[in-house]
């Protein structure tokens, strides 16, 4: 059997999570409800009459997504390749689509990827070696 690479495992996990947070940002401006309207009211301002909420986790969605894929630009970049900033930047992804009823599953697939990231990083694993997307541009780009 073959060695689990955790960090691509996590990268899936967080590119599924990415692009359930879009879909649940676009569904939220049509039904817009916070996720805790049961236990208070004070939140509803995030989501109507302005959706400040929603745009969020568009945003998020589309940033998780652009790094996980990865686009182009952000390719074999330190950004890229930093688990740390993504055990950093992940957390407030999750709680901007845990605050959106139609994020819920978006804030556990997170955490279920910033979990699987966390277990790579303390066995030391890396995300890509710069030398990959040197190999990658040589003959893709």
Excluded: C
């Amino acid at each position: 059997m073959g060695k689990l690479i955790k960090n691509h495992w996590a990268r899936l996990i967080v590119l599924t999570a990415g692009v359930y947070q879009v879909l649940a940002g676009i569904h939220g401006f049509f039904w817009p409800k916070i996720f805790w309207d049961f236990l208070t009211k004070n939140l509803d301002g995030a989501v109507k009459p302005i959706p400040v909420l929603q745009t969020l986790n568009v945003v998020f969605g589309i940033i998780m997504v652009a790094w996980e894929w990865p686009l182009p630009l952000l390719a074999g970049s330190s950004m890229h390749r930093s688990i740390e900033l993504r055990l950093v930047l992940i957390p407030i992804g999750a709680l901007a689509a845990a605050l959106l009823y139609q994020g819920t599953n978006a804030a556990l697939y997170y955490l279920i990827g910033m979990i699987v990231y966390f277990w790579a990083y303390s066995e030391g694993e890396v995300s890509f070696p710069s030398q990959f997307f040197n190999y990658l541009q040589k003959y893709i780009y």
